[in-house]
Structures are given as C-alpha cells and as structure tokens.
C-alpha cells in the first residue's frame, strides 16, 4: 500500500504473527510485495497478481486512487481498470465486501455513551456506478456514467449476506435483521431490480428483512445506529454508508473489510491511503489489525482471529487508543499494547 499503508501493514503483520505464534500456529510464510506508487500506471504488478492467484489470500494496505480529471485508466491483462483496486476486484472476482462496524469503549465519553454499535455492511463489489463501463461524453460539457446492476450479482451478494445475518443469528441466540438499502423511488429499475433479489433471499433463508432508501438510511444510522444489523448495499451506497459507519463508531481506522470471492479474498482496512497523516507514526493501525483478523478467521484460524479482536478491545479499554479516537498513543505504542494482551491472554 501507500499513504499510511506500510505503517498499518507492518502493525498488523505483528500482530497478526503474534496472535498465530500464541494460537500454536506455526510456519507461516507471508510473501511480501511492496506497492508501487502509480509509477507503473497500476500500482500492482503481473507479479502480484501470480502470487495472489496462487496463495489465494491477500492482506492488503490501502493503494491512493488519484481523483482522474478525464479518460484516466489503467491496464492490466488486456484489460482497463481505473485504479489498482478495482482491478484485483474484478480480475479475482471478490463479489462480496463485507465491512463489520463496531464501537469499542474507551475511558473517555464515546460518540455514543453506552450504546454498542455492532453493524455488518455487506456491499456489492463489481458493478452499479463503479462497473468500470467508460464514462462517456455526450457533448463537450456533459459527461455521463453507468449504474449497472444485474440479476445475477444482486441476487449472489444478497445471498452472501444472508448466510453471514444467518451465522450471526446462530451466534448469538438473537434474530437478526437485514436491511437492503436502495434508491429504488428514483432508480426505479437498477434499484428495484437489486430489492427484488434481495427480498428472494431474504424470505428463502428466514431472517428478518427491511428496507430503507439510502438518504434516510444515513439520518437513521446517525440519530439511532443501534437499531439496525447486516446491511445489504448495491456498490456505491454501500461505499458511502460504510465511511458513514466509520464515523459513528469514532473513526474509520476502526473498520476492518473483506473483499470475498468464490476462490479468492482480499482483505484491508475500509479507509483510503490517509496521505494527510502518512508517515507520521500517528495513524490508527486497528482498521488493518481487524482486516489481518478476518482472513485468519477466513483461513480457519479462529482463535487467533479472536485473540487480535479481544486484544484491540481490551487495549482501547484501558486507554491505550491512538489520536484519531482522542487518545495520545503513536501506530507502535498501540501496536505493542494489543501484542502485550495478546501475550498475557494465554
Ligand atoms: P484515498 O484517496 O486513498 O481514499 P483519502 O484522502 O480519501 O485517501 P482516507 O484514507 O479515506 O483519505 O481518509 C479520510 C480521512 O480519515 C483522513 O483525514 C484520514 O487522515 C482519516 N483516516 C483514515 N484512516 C485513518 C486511520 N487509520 N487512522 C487515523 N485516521 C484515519
Ligand atoms: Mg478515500
């Protein structure tokens, strides 16, 4: 990654290491490869993309996607991507990106009191306005995108999110409540094709099911973030609700994410490069413990994954939190406080 990416990476790598060393899993190999800037257009090299295709699992630190002014697309493969990516997105297939948003206690006043917040933001991955169509110029001073939103991708992301609301269910002995989250009233059909897909999946497995227009959706996840479970998201709202998330919960360096597909899965913080805060030493690394702690649980390392999760909530609980949460610790200070009750939990 770039930005802040080499500073959380190695955070998470350490502590990733010592949660496998104190779960008895030894001989882990992690092949390193180094972010490229956009010195060679992309940002990911054929080589990355041998070694993810073969390892399978990735754990990423965010890559800086420059605003484009016009015509701005990368190539790899033989074919155009705008950023790094969405090109690791499409060409793995990761369908599925899942975000979990939770409020963890501090010492000091939260943004939310006593509340816990504990949301589940499942957002498609491959299409709607981020489909990767070319955006295309009616006339000189008119520029027009593609939404596109298909059958076949609603209905296997609603079903993706269904199976996750199902095992939260199991885990916690509670019914769980999805919400699919659209703009059907305006885009009739793109959205109302995505709500019919979600409602089939939602009825088939069960489960509680809502629906809500995303501009409402926003005040309600504000005034009351409690009242909702796994949300279900076509691309860009998803994209949006899930910063929206970070923020209620105190910050966006709090927001692990999976990029899942049938074969592959990627994981990495869900906030961008930070490049106002790069190389300072200052950037809260949580967000990419959590990611590092989602594709343990993925590989089937559960009590690591565990151990990461307890150890970062019980770190911020005594204090130990880093400046973007109102606390005073630097990336390593919070680093070595989660590998120090990593350690004393065993
Ligand atoms: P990019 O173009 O890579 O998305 P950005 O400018 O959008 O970069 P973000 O990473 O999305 O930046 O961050 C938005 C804001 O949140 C920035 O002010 C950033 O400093 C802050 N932020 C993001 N991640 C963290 C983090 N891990 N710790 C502390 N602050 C963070
Ligand atoms: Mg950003």
């Not at 923020?247 to 913080?269: I, K």
């Amino acid at each position: 990654g770039d930005g802040v990416g080499p500073e959380i990476i190695t955070a998470a790598r350490r502590v990733a290491d010592a949660a496998l060393s104190v779960a008895g899993v030894r001989g882990i190999r992690w092949i390193e490869m180094a972010g490229y800037g956009y010195d060679n257009g992309l940002g990911v090299t054929e080589a990355h993309l041998e070694a993810f295709g073969e390892v399978g699992v990735l754990l990423k630190g965010p890559l800086s996607i420059p605003a484009g002014t016009s015509g701005s697309v990368i190539e790899a493969r033989g074919q155009a991507f705008t950023s790094a990516n969405q090109a690791l997105r499409q060409l793995f297939g990761l369908y599925a990106n899942v975000r979990p948003a939770r409020s963890y206690a501090l010492p000091w006043p939260t943004r939310f009191g006593d509340v816990a917040v504990d949301l589940l933001i499942v957002r498609e991955n491959t299409e709607d306005l981020y489909c990767g169509a070319p955006e295309v110029w009616v006339d000189k001073d008119t520029c027009q995108a593609t939404k596109r939103i298909s059958r076949g991708a609603s209905a296997r992301i609603a079903e993706y999110a269904c199976a996750l609301a199902l095992q939260r269910q199991a885990e916690r002995g509670a019914p769980s409540l999805v919400t699919a989250v659209h703009k059907a009233n305006v885009c009739k059909q793109s959205d109302g094709l995505f709500l019919e897909e979600a409602r089939k999946a939602a009825s088939a497995a069960g489960l509680r099911y809502e629906e809500a227009l995303v501009d409402s959706l926003c005040a309600g996840l504000v005034l009351q973030p409690q009242a909702y479970d796994v949300l279900v998201a076509p691309n860009c709202w998803g994209d949006i609700v899930s910063d929206l998330a970070g923020g209620v919960v105190g910050s966006l360096g709090l927001l692990g994410s999976a990029n899942v597909g049938a074969s592959h899965a990627l994981f990495e913080a869900a906030h961008g490069s930070a490049p106002d805060i790069a190389g300072c030493g200052v950037a809260n690394p949580a967000s990419m413990m959590l990611s590092a702690a989602m594709l343990m649980r993925h590989v089937g390392e559960a009590p690591a994954a565990d151990a990461v999760e307890t150890a970062i909530a019980a770190a911020l609980a005594e204090g130990c939190a880093t400046v973007d949460l109102g606390g005073a610790a630097s990336t390593g200070d919070f680093t070595d406080a989660v590998i120090a009750e990593i350690e004393q939990s065993t």
